[in-house]
């Protein structure tokens, strides 16, 4: 994949985009080394979740809640990963914890 397709042009929201990487990348990561146990696959996964977002960052960019978009590709892709590993069971859904309950304790496993 070429990282220049992956880049809006300038003046189409490219610094607000910088800006959002930079206040929600480590935050992200966290949750994500929490829910997977695992930092190589938090940091896959959050470098995927932003290219991801990156690639819509023009509609996405304008919504409401951008981190919650965020957060929703990552635990996305984090389940699909986990079908894949278990040879894409049929009706499988792994648990992933509310993030939005203050109470919820993330724990891997």
Same mark, same amino acid.
């Given at each position: 994949?070429n990282?220049?397709?992956? @880049?809006?042009?300038?003046?189409?929201?490219?610094? =607000? !985009? =910088?800006?959002f990487?930079?206040?929600?990348r480590?935050?992200? !990561?966290?949750?994500? +080394?929490?829910?997977?146990?695992? @930092?190589?696959?938090?940091?896959?996964?959050?470098?995927?979740a !932003?290219?991801?977002?990156?690639? @819509?960052? =023009?509609?996405?960019? &304008?919504? =409401?809640?951008?981190?919650?978009?965020?957060?929703r +590709?990552?635990?996305?892709? &984090?389940?699909?990963?986990v079908?894949s590993a278990?040879g894409?069971?049929a009706? !499988?859904?792994?648990?992933?914890?509310?993030?939005?309950?203050?109470?919820?304790t993330? @724990?891997p496993?």
């Open positions: 994949m990282p220049s397709t992956l @880049r809006p042009e300038s003046g189409t929201g490219r610094d =607000d !985009f =910088d800006a990487y930079a206040t929600e480590r935050r992200l !990561f966290s949750t994500l +080394v929490r829910v997977t146990g695992d @930092r190589q696959v938090a940091d896959d996964l959050t470098q995927e !932003f290219v991801r977002v990156l690639e @819509r960052w =023009d509609r996405v960019g &304008h919504m =409401d809640s951008a981190v919650g978009y965020l957060y +590709v990552a635990l996305n892709l &984090h389940r699909s990963r079908r278990l894409g069971r009706g !499988f859904s792994p648990s992933i914890p509310s993030l939005t309950s203050p109470t919820t993330l @724990r496993g």
